[in-house]
C-alpha cells in the first residue's frame, strides 16, 4: 500500500523550532518529487516547500523562505522539514505530498497525502 | 507568483449537477489538479490533467478548461459529495513548483 505518514509536530513557542518527518512506504520514494503542504486553522491549503527526487532542486514560498529546510533522504524513504523561528502564523496541519508523475509536464498534481501532523506555535 | 480564484461556497440540490470554477493565468499553460477534503481527513485528488480520474474516483466527477478557467462538475452529485475542492496547477510565473486556490465549499441540499 502507497502509504506517506507524518510526524514530529506538536506545541512550541514563538521563535522556536521543530522537525517533522515524513515516513514513506509501498512506492520507490526515490523517483517521485515531494511536497509540504499547510492548512492553518480553518482556513485553505497553502504550498510550503518541494524538493525533487535527487534534492537538486528546492524550493520555498515566500512565507516560509529563510526559516524552513526541507530535506530527505532516500535510503530512508523519508521527508523532513526542519522549522526554525516559528511564528504564530505558522500553526497549521502539515501534510507531506508526493508529486504524481502523470507523464506530461503540463499536468501538475499530488495524488499521494499523508494524513498530515498538527503544529501549533504559541506562548 | 500566479494565483487560482475560487468561489468560496457552492449549494447543489441531491442528485443535481454542479459546477466549481477555477481561474487563473496559469491555466493558459497548465492543466489544473482538484482535490477533495472532507472535515478532518487530508486531500485527495480527483481530478488531473485534461480530464482524468484516479483509480476509485466516482465517474461522475469530471474536469474540464478553458483559457484562463477550469472546472470541476459533478454530475448527480451525492451527500458524501460535500467537501471542500481545491483546485491546484503549476505556477507560470515559474518563482514556485505550484500554486492553489483558496477553495470551495460544496454543499449538497
Known amino acids: 500500500e502507497v502509504q506517506l505518514v507524518e510526524s514530529g509536530g506538536g506545541l512550541v513557542k514563538p521563535g522556536g523550532s521543530l522537525r517533522l518527518s515524513c515516513a514513506a512506504s509501498g512506492f520507490t520514494f526515490s523517483s517521485y518529487s515531494m511536497n509540504w503542504v499547510r492548512q492553518a486553522p480553518g482556513k485553505g491549503l497553502e504550498w510550503v516547500s518541494s524538493?525533487?527526487?535527487?534534492?537538486?532542486?528546492?524550493y520555498y514560498a515566500d512565507s516560509v523562505k529563510g526559516r524552513f529546510t526541507i530535506s530527505r533522504d532516500n535510503a530512508k524513504n523519508s521527508l523532513y522539514l526542519q522549522m526554525n523561528s516559528l511564528r504564530a502564523e505558522d500553526t497549521a496541519v502539515y501534510y507531506c505530498?508526493?508529486?504524481?508523475?502523470?507523464?506530461?509536464?503540463?499536468?501538475?498534481?499530488?495524488?499521494?497525502w499523508g494524513q498530515g501532523t498538527t503544529v501549533t506555535v504559541s506562548s | 507568483s500566479s494565483e487560482l480564484t475560487q468561489d468560496p461556497a457552492v449549494s447543489v440540490a441531491l442528485g443535481q449537477t454542479v459546477r466549481i470554477t477555477c481561474q487563473g493565468d496559469s491555466l493558459r499553460s497548465y492543466y489544473a489538479s482538484w482535490y477533495q477534503q472532507k472535515p478532518g481527513q487530508a486531500p485527495v485528488l480527483v481530478i488531473y490533467?485534461?480530464?482524468n480520474r484516479p483509480s476509485g474516483i466516482p465517474d461522475r466527477f469530471s474536469g474540464s478548461s478553458s483559457g484562463n478557467t477550469a472546472s470541476l462538475t459533478i454530475t448527480g452529485a451525492q451527500a458524501e459529495d460535500e467537501a471542500d475542492y481545491y483546485c491546484n496547477s503549476r505556477d507560470s510565473s515559474g518563482n514556485h513548483p505550484c500554486v492553489f486556490g483558496g477553495g470551495t465549499k460544496l454543499t449538497v441540499l
Open positions: 490533467g485534461k480530464n
Open positions: 524538493i525533487s527526487s535527487s534534492s537538486s532542486y528546492i
Open positions: 505530498a508526493r508529486e504524481g508523475w502523470f507523464g506530461e509536464l503540463l499536468i501538475y498534481g499530488m495524488d499521494v
